[in-house]
């Protein structure tokens, strides 16, 4: 039960840590550590053994927008 | 009460050393694997951070790697046991082709991770031990101060040069 809200907690802290930080870059690795604690806490609160699918799917696509979001800010695809 | 949270400050310790040491291993802070993980490496080096350590950092951003491989793998197994493990590895696999990682860090992380947390059961630990540990583990990295966080990865980065 205590690992249940101590990842709840780290998600909001990362939350309000990517509000307060200023520049974008920088922003993502905050947006990171909320992933984490979001598939963490999927999982601790799913109790079926397919929740793993679910924590993989959210964790995997929301990495997939961060590299989107960051290529993006890094100028683009240079062609 | 004491006991659960002392299992998993003991897990944290055991995830951060397993991911810091695949990661390494795998040249994380050598190159960025996308642009946009150079782009992070350059903003946190311009707060002051140092580049090796934030270009590991960017690319855990951009890419599933050990870290999220060993969160998956223990949450795995906790769904599912070492099978549960193995299919997080598999789709942690999936995650960096869909992420342009050429890297095997991410799918080498999981399936380490999957035994050592499996291991760690049969001695008294939870998988939930492992995964609220992995969650502190890169909170230490990625969410408390980039600054230092950073240099402490160059020096371990430099140690393996």
Redesign the interface.
Known sequence: MIALYLVAAIAVFAAIRVIIEKNTARKLPYTNVMNFAVAGALVLLLDHPLSIVAAAAYFVGSTLEANAIASTYAGGMKR | ?LG??LH?LAAATISWILFVTVDIFFRLPEAGG???????A???EA?GGALAGGTM??N?????DA??GT??AA??V???GIP?GL??AL??F??NR???DPGYAGTTGAVLATFVVYAFTLVGFSA??F??G???A??T???LS?THASRLLDRLWRARQ
Do not use: K, N, W
Request: glycine share 12%; with cysteine.
């Open positions: 009460m659960e949270f998993i996308v642009s946009g993980a150079s782009a992070v350059r903003d946190i707060g950092m960017g855990i951003v951009c890419s599933p870290s999220a969160l998956l949450c795995g906790y769904a599912a549960g299919a997080a789709m942690v999936v995650g869909i992420c342009h939930t031990d995964i609220a992995m969650v502190i890169i909170l990295i990625q969410g980039h």
